[in-house]
């Protein structure tokens, strides 16, 4: 069993739609953080919360330490939202990563 | 304004090779990490520096491979004897916080393939 698990892996949604991302963790962590990766590479970090809630314009992460999971949202989802989201947990001084979920947002 | 920089962007192999990626990581940023992306995975941690100094190599595979930051800045992840296992993008990500815990850039990545 993976120390970070991911939900779903594949995710396909129509132009709109409102999109959850689930995270799970077995391992204590110091914070969490939620990236974006793009076909060819490259990652950018969205997120990084310990507690609570954050948003970013139509991004929305939360993150319940107790039950070890976070969930990322997207309201009004967008095609360019097309992408691979990861989870990743900061425990010690590394990131530990989940498998990512494959984002498609159809017009 | 630069951001995380690596070279070459891709790499083709013959097995048995030796390889030497590079890292340029955002300038005067302490912290570096090394990661390996499998084809259709997460990234995997391979190691961290702190200046110059390796503080965690747990997470490399094998004593075939190798990395350093002898000045603290630049670091090159070398592989030795290259196997068709070790095909993948490595990712190299910089902090400007010594405990991980701030956003890390993330380069665009070395694609290797070793045939």
């Known amino acids: 069993k993976n120390e970070v698990e991911q939900s779903p892996q594949n995710l396909t949604a129509q132009e709109g739609e409102f999109i959850t991302i689930n995270c799970s963790y077995s391992v204590g962590i110091s914070a969490l953080h939620w990236l974006q990766q793009h076909p060819g590479g490259g990652i950018v970090s969205l997120f990084m919360?310990?507690?609570g809630k954050k948003k970013h314009g139509r991004l929305i992460a939360t993150i319940n330490i107790q039950e070890k999971h976070s969930s990322l949202h997207i309201t009004a989802s967008h095609p360019r939202d097309s992408a691979v989201y990861i989870c990743?947990?900061?425990?010690?001084?590394?990131?530990?990563f989940g498998e990512g979920t494959q984002l498609t947002v159809n017009p | 304004g630069a951001g995380v920089s690596q070279s070459p962007r891709y790499k083709v192999a013959k097995r048995g090779q030796d390889v030497a990626l590079r890292c340029d990581p955002i300038?005067?940023?302490?912290?570096l990490f090394w990661y390996q992306q499998a084809l259709g995975q997460g990234p995997e941690f391979l190691t961290y520096?702190?200046?110059?100094?390796?503080?965690?190599k747990s997470g490399l595979p094998s004593d075939r491979f190798f990395a350093e930051r002898p000045e603290g800045s630049v670091s090159t992840l070398k592989i030795q004897r290259t196997q068709q296992e070790d095909s993948a993008v490595y990712l190299c990500?910089?902090?400007?916080?010594?405990?991980?815990?701030?956003?890390?850039?993330f380069g665009p990545g070395t694609r290797l393939l070793v045939l």
């Open positions: 990743a947990v900061v425990s010690g001084s590394r990131l530990t």
């Open positions: 520096f702190q200046n110059e100094a390796q503080l965690d």
């Open positions: 990500a910089s902090s400007s916080d010594r405990t991980g815990l701030k956003t890390q850039y």
């Open positions: 300038s005067g940023h302490v912290s």
């Open positions: 919360l310990s507690s």
